[in-house]
């Protein structure tokens, strides 16, 4: 009710209104935030499953738990100059749906290795790829969603993307929470909780197996949200710079 309000206030303020909602008439800024609030949902909710995973689950340190990520980050960062200076001569879904769908699978990939049994070297290979996908995925849904706005909507409309975001990464952290919750509670021995307990260097043998697969079954929640990242990415067009080329 409060959120409806406030867009009927925004709407009926004609002398510069905190959120212009002109701004959602361009389609690429409205799907580009559509698709970083289901990002910012993601990549929060990912998170948790995959450190409680590798450190209660497999008794990794947490700079160990860090060291598994570092893929990401590295090829990410190399990658990302070129995505951007590839999307500045192309359609942004060439780059924005590869990358979300890369990122995606490597999401589904580490939550079905999320076991016992898998070799914690093998999470390097997941975590590489979402690099790649992340670097087609951070940077160009950015520069899309502003690239047709007028210079004067430039700061409200660069507001109200990273206040979406914002948003997405806090639905992602509760509903994360009251996943992994419910996976615990359905699938630990019965008398454990799945984090009570917890031996130096993560769970006892007995709960560890569970406990794994809970935080793999909780993976499935950033995957699904990333999907309508990429319906979204689906529908932008090409920013009306590129077409007078």
Known sequence: MLFGAFLWNQAHTRNEPLVPLSLFADRNFAMAN?????????????????????QLGRGL??????????????????LAPFAGRLLDRTDPRFILL?????VAGAMTWWGLWMNVDTP???????AAMMGVGQAGMWGPLSTTANRN????LAGAGAGVYNTTRQI?????????????QSRLTALMPA??????????????????????LAMGQAMLLPVCVLGVAIVAASFMERPSVLARR
């Open 34 to 54: 559509i698709g970083i609030a289901a990002v910012g949902c993601a990549v929060t909710s990912m998170s948790l499953p995959m450190m409680f995973f590798a």
């Open 98 to 102: 590869p990358g979300l769908i890369l």
């Open 149 to 152: 706005l007028p210079p004067r």
């Open 168 to 180: 997405g990464s806090v639905i992602g952290s509760a509903a994360i929470a009251a996943l992994m």
């Open 191 to 212: 008398g454990q909780d799945g984090l009570a307990g917890a031996a130096h260097g993560g769970l006892p043998p007995q709960a560890a197996a569970p406990f794994s």
């Open 120 to 126: 914690i070297w093998a999470f390097l290979f997941p």
């Open 61 to 78: 340190s947490p700079t160990q738990a860090a060291l598994l990520t570092a893929p990401s980050a590295v090829l990410s960062g190399v």
